[in-house]
Every structure is written in C-alpha cells, then in structure tokens.
C-alpha cells in the first residue's frame, strides 16, 4: 500500500515540495541556490513544448475534415476568453475596492527606487496590439518551432493542418507520421515528468531561502485577499462553468492534482502543458479542441493573472494615496483586457502587463510596481494555478459547447470508473 502510493506522482511531489520547504526555511542559502534545478525541469518541458503542440494541431485540424468547423471553434473558445477574462478582471476590480489592501501605506512614489523594475517598463513600452500581432507571424516556419513562441506554434500548424486537409486521402502518409512523432514526444514528457518532484521542491526552496516568510508580512493583506479572491474565482466562476458543461469542478481537480502541485511548485504553467493536454484527451475531448483552445488558452485567458492586475493596480494607487474615479477604474479595465492578451509569453509578464497598464494611465504612478516586487513570486503561485484550472474548465466548456466532449466518459474517468493509464507514475 505505502509502495503504490509512493509511485503515484502527486505523492512524490508532495514529498519534494515538503522537502523544499524545510531547506528554504532551515537553510535559506541552500534554498536559493536550487533555483537552477526547476529551471532546469522547466527548460526541458519548453523544449517539449513545440513539437507536442505543432503535432497536436496538425494532426487534430488535419483529421477533422472540415475547415468550417476550425474556424468555428476559434472563434468559440477567443468568446469564452474573452468573457471570463473581463469577469477575472472585473472580480479582482470589485474585491480591491471593498479590502482595500494598499490604503493607510502612504508611499510617496517619488522617493521609490524605480532601478529594479527598468526591465519591465522598458519591454512594457515595447508592447502593444500591433507589435503583438505581428509577433505571431514568424521569420520562418522552421523558426517558430526552434525559438518561437507558442502562438507562432500554433499559427504554423493551423497553416499547415488546413493545407493536408485540402490535400485529401494523398497526405494520409504524413499525417501518420506527423501523428506516430507527436505520441513519441509525449512518452519523453513521460520521462521528465519523473522529476517533477525535483523540480517543484527546488523552485519552492528557491522562492523561500530567496524572498524569505518574513517578507510575506509587508504586503500580507494584498496577498490574503488575492488568494482568497482567487480561491473563490475558482469555486464559484469556474464550478458554475462545470456545472453548465454537465461536470464538477471538484472531481476535475483531483484528476489533474499532481499538474497543480507542480505549477504551484514551480509558479510554471507550462511546466505541465503537454501532460494536461494528454490527460483531457483521455477525459473524452477531442484532440482538435485540446490542440487548439488549452494552448491558446495559455495566452488569452489568464484568469489568475487578471484578478492579479486589476488587484495590483488599484493596490498601487491606495498605497500611493492616487485618487481613482469610477471612471478611471472602468479605463482600467478596458486597458486590462489588451495588455493583458499583450505581454503574454513574455518572461514576468504578469509585470509587464501591469507596466503597460500604469503607463496608460498617467494617474498612476509606475515606480508603484517597485512595492509588488518582494512578493510577487509569491502571487505568481495563485496566478499560475487559477490560470492552470481556468484553462482546463475553459477545454471542457468549449468542448461541451461545440459537441466535442464525451461527456459520459468524462464522468466516468472524474468518478474513477475508468482508470486511466499515466506513464509518468513511477512502478
């Protein structure tokens, strides 16, 4: 008994992040020096990342046969985003209103150090629309799978899928061939996935031996409120979505706990992309709705990181004493709902989004983001596991509403009914 449950992966990450902690808490200069063992899990997934994704989207649009329904989908699952974005953000808007997290700081935000955060302002004036748009579009096909970003991926494959469908029963071959290589990359994220452990236990030894559970203390009010708020986005917003697909959000997320211990270990959603695409395959998705709304999910519906920004901006300007009519929170948001779709897959981009944000609005004041910075690792874990579960309900939710879920087979996996074979348990 005690050796089966030792094999099951959730448990062997739950033992490295207990790991991690104590040496974070015991020795902190140990802890922050593990940084380069979850980087290095990371890396190897990113590396994984581009062919899964490339693979999945060909061989998913090439096989279903009909274009309509592509562009049918898209435009489903770019509704579904865009409406629970603008609910994530009008949430976390709400909820800073009524705890008022940064009021009685009184910062004077000309005497902030604003050195520590150039790297963000500068990318953040480099963002917007139309440089994003054209970001998807790479300088060559074999580029975006190299060193692209995963639009780039997916815009390649979109193209590409479109082109074996016209083609008919004569790409058969590559199709195949294009399938048979995706399932061997998946059998190597099998490999790696063993060292999740490794992985989610350093970056949490990492974030406490660095930032230390001292400094949770100086903005713990912030911090409270948006776990809590985020907490709440997931069981109320997301178990109604569930509830309106036909599923609970509670089972779901007991099927996909060792993917969540890892992100909040490693404060990385991609960390575990390909794993999770496997794993609503076998809930009774269809390839096509998995290969194409969870990635790009991964841009454009970032709910976690939406009740962060709303949250964090109008922190900053309680905190600085920056008065905000309701107008201006109303800009606010509006602003949100671009940047935040603007500065995804770039590195802090939860900072960068939020840069861009203030300097839209000359009212408030920028070097505010110098205060978020001790923490913000720490917010990045509720972000990165609320945008986690948002995107597997948004899979779910577009897949229902497009008649490509097996809902049936859906229970039956979520109620255990049906066991599901996962390559990267340990025997």
């Known amino acids: 008994m005690v050796k089966r449950a030792i094999g099951q992966l959730y448990i062997q990450v739950l033992i490295g992040m207990a790991a991690g902690i104590a040496i974070g808490v015991l020795w902190p200069d140990i802890g922050a020096s593990l940084k380069p063992l979850a980087d290095a899990f990371v890396k190897l997934i990113k590396m994984l990342l581009a062919p899964v994704i490339f693979g999945t989207v060909v061989v998913g649009i090439a096989r279903m046969g009909d274009l309509k329904e592509v ?32 009021a009685g700081m009184n910062v004077d935000a000309a005497a902030l150090d604003t050195s520590t955060i150039a790297t963000y302002t500068a990318t953040a004036h480099e963002g917007g629309i139309v440089p994003f748009l054209l970001s998807i579009i790479p300088d060559s096909f074999l580029g975006a799978l190299t060193g692209g970003t995963m639009l780039q ?6 193209l590409l899928g479109i082109a074996l469908t016209m083609m008919g029963t004569k790409a058969d071959p590559l199709i195949d061939l294009i399938d048979l290589a995706t399932k061997a990359m998946f059998r190597v994220v099998a490999m790696v996935m063993r060292l999740a452990p490794v992985g989610a236990g350093a970056g949490i ?45 509670w089972p779901l997320l007991r099927y996909i706990k060792a993917e969540i211990l890892v992100v ?47 949250m964090a901006a109008l922190f900053i300007a309680q905190a600085t004493n920056t008065p905000l009519s309701i107008w201006d929170q109303i800009v606010i ?30 009212t408030l004041p920028v070097a505010g983001l110098v205060l978020l910075l001790g923490v913000d690792r720490f917010m990045n874990e509720a972000r990165a596991v609320t945008n986690l579960i948002g995107n597997c309900v948004a899979t779910l939710a577009v897949a229902h509403w497009d008649g490509a879920l097996d809902l049936e087979r859906a229970r039956a996996v979520l109620r255990g009914d049906v066991i599901i074979d996962d390559p990267a348990v340990v025997a």
């Open 153 to 158: 991926v997916i815009f390649i494959a979109l």
């Open 264 to 310: 909040l270990g490693t404060c990385s959603t991609e960390a575990v992309l390909p794993q999770i695409m496997r794993k609503l395959e076998d809930l009774g998705v269809a390839r096509p709705v998995v290969g194409l709304v969870l990635p790009a999910g991964y841009t454009f519906n970032t709910d976690g990181g939406c009740i962060y920004l709303t």
């Open 333 to 362: 948001l509006l602003v949100l709902l671009l940047t935040s779709k603007g500065s995804a897959g770039v590195a802090g981009a939860g900072f960068v989004a939020l840069a861009a944000t203030l300097s839209a609005i000359p």
């Open 205 to 249: 030894a990492f974030t406490i031996g660095k930032y230390g559970v001292g400094s949770l203390w100086s903005l713990g009010h912030l911090l409270v409120a948006l776990y809590l708020t985020t907490f709440l986005f997931i069981a109320v917003v997301l178990g109604v979505v569930m509830r309106i697909a036909g599923l609970r959000l």
């Open 71 to 102: 562009g049918r989908l898209g435009f489903k699952s770019l509704v579904y985003f865009e409406i629970l974005s603008t609910i994530a953000l009008a949430i976390g808007l709400v909820v800073a209103n009524l705890v008022r997290p940064g």
